[in-house]
């Protein structure tokens, strides 16, 4: 009985330990709390700023109203998340039947499975968000009048929703387009909410965009959603190359991917860059030997692959091919290859907090280095959602973490330390933190009005 007894004082004793390390690391990161400049080799990218820049509020044709509690802001919604909506699926109907194929080859066919993306639908939603709150607080529940709240999307098709984009540009003086990509764990109306507020806070004077990729918005979902996140990323890739071909050749395009969603970012940015895929993987070797066999036997048997008829079935030493395929399927993969690239169609990627392995970034940065005319890398020391991250992959860090100690050629770090109440794991700090709001109004600024030069505060 006693040595039970020394066992569990033991334990217990180990637990408190533990449990005052913690609370120490974490009351330090409460304490200590800041954000390193901007690399000063980046100011040499600052231009001078107009007073459109220098005012304390918003002036996007996006930010429909302004009363005295609250801001209106229509944001442009991209997502291809699997939809209920009727307005969207009537949307994606109409799309798919403006580019019907009545007859598809058996490499076609076979391809379908093989390459097979989710469609993304587009639309607008109105988002209030309260004079009344802290900079950089983003409240979905609770009190109605302290929300940020968003209402229905109002879906529209590619080419509607492309030519108010254009319209809301033409309105600007800024000229500047701002796709956010969320992370892990986040809805399609977080994600939008969270645009508004980012907009609002920074502030920001041209168009927001949102990318909502399909994250089951479950704390559970961890593993779900880094299949989803690694696997459909096409549909980002697609919006930025139709918003730099249909925004007009004066807009400046800017990126923000947020933890999990740098992913997605690296991935859409290395696949135009024909680094990758458009799937991000090499097609299982088993499963399309598996699918050749049934499809020749089909053939053999006169019968079809999917209720649809056979017709120039191309075959190469027995097997089918769909590699054949990848150009015509995605005429716009490798796009933004080096040799076709004469200046980089981003003006800013901002990598927030990336849930990325630190080796596996590198490689994704160095592949996209001539797709950004900056790269901006917020890491943290103080990011507890990362270290969890960091557990859960092996003890291997995060790109975000900024124990991890990247160091790469062209990439501008910045370091954010501690925590605080609108942030008490350190991971949001990107929306969160007024530091590093202001940098990013500093980053993703109006270009200089000529004969109006002012210096960045």
Request: glycine share 8%.
């Amino acid at each position: 009985m006693n040595g039970m007894f020394r066992y569990a004082k033991s334990i217990a004793g180990s637990l408190a330990l533990m449990a005052v390390a913690a609370g120490a690391k974490y009351g330090q990161s409460w304490v200590f709390r800041d954000v390193e400049d901007l690399p000063a080799a980046s100011s040499s990218s600052y231009v001078g700023l107009d007073d459109l820049s220098l005012g304390g509020r918003a002036e996007s044709p996006m930010r429909t109203a302004n009363d005295a509690e609250a801001a209106a802001w229509k944001i442009a919604v991209v997502t291809n998340r699997q939809l209920s909506d009727e307005a969207a699926a009537a949307q994606l109907a109409e799309s798919r039947l403006s580019s019907s194929v009545v007859r598809r080859t058996l490499s076609q066919q076979l391809a379908d499975a093989v390459y097979r993306t989710a469609n993304s639908t587009m639309g607008f939603a109105d988002v209030r968000v309260p004079h009344d709150r802290r900079r950089g607080e983003c409240r979905t529940t609770g009190d109605p009048a302290a929300q940020v709240a968003v209402g229905p999307v109002s879906y529209v098709t590619n080419d509607d929703f492309y030519d108010q984009l254009q319209q809301s540009i033409d309105q600007t003086r800024s000229k500047d387009v701002f796709v956010f990509v969320h992370g892990f764990n986040v809805s399609l109306n977080a994600a939008v909410a969270r645009a508004a507020q980012l907009a609002e806070d920074m502030p920001f004077n041209g168009v927001m965009v949102v990318f909502s990729w399909p994250s089951e918005a479950s704390a559970d979902a961890y593993l779900s959603d880094e299949k989803q996140a690694e696997r459909h990323f096409w549909a980002l890739a697609e919006l930025l190359i139709n918003l730099k071909r249909n925004c007009g050749n004066d807009s400046r395009l800017h990126v923000l991917a947020h933890s999990m969603g740098n992913r997605v970012a690296l991935r859409a940015l290395n696949a135009l860059a024909g680094t990758i895929g458009p799937t991000g993987a090499e097609v299982d070797p088993f499963l399309l030997a598996r699918m050749s066999r049934t499809a020749q036997q089909m053939n053999a048997e006169g019968g079809n692959f999917r209720g649809e008829s056979i017709v120039g079935q191309e075959f190469r030493n027995g097997v089918v091919d769909v590699t054949a395929e990848l150009p015509q399927r995605f005429p716009d993969w490798a796009v933004w290859r080096k040799a076709n690239v004469e200046s980089p169609p981003l003006a800013n990627l901002v990598m927030a907090a990336p849930d990325v392995d630190a080796v596996e970034f590198a490689r994704f940065t160095d592949g996209i280095r001539h797709v950004c005319g900056t790269m901006v890398l917020y890491a943290s020391d103080s990011d507890f959602a990362l270290e969890g991250s960091r557990k859960l992959h092996g003890g291997r860090y995060r790109a975000g973490d900024s124990r991890a100690g990247i160091d790469i050629e062209g990439l501008q770090v910045v370091r954010v330390s501690g925590v605080d109440s609108l942030d008490p794991l350190g991971h949001s700090y990107y929306g969160s933190h007024a530091k590093v709001l202001t940098q990013l109004h500093g980053l993703i600024k109006p270009p200089v009005v000529a004969g109006r030069v002012s210096d960045w505060r």
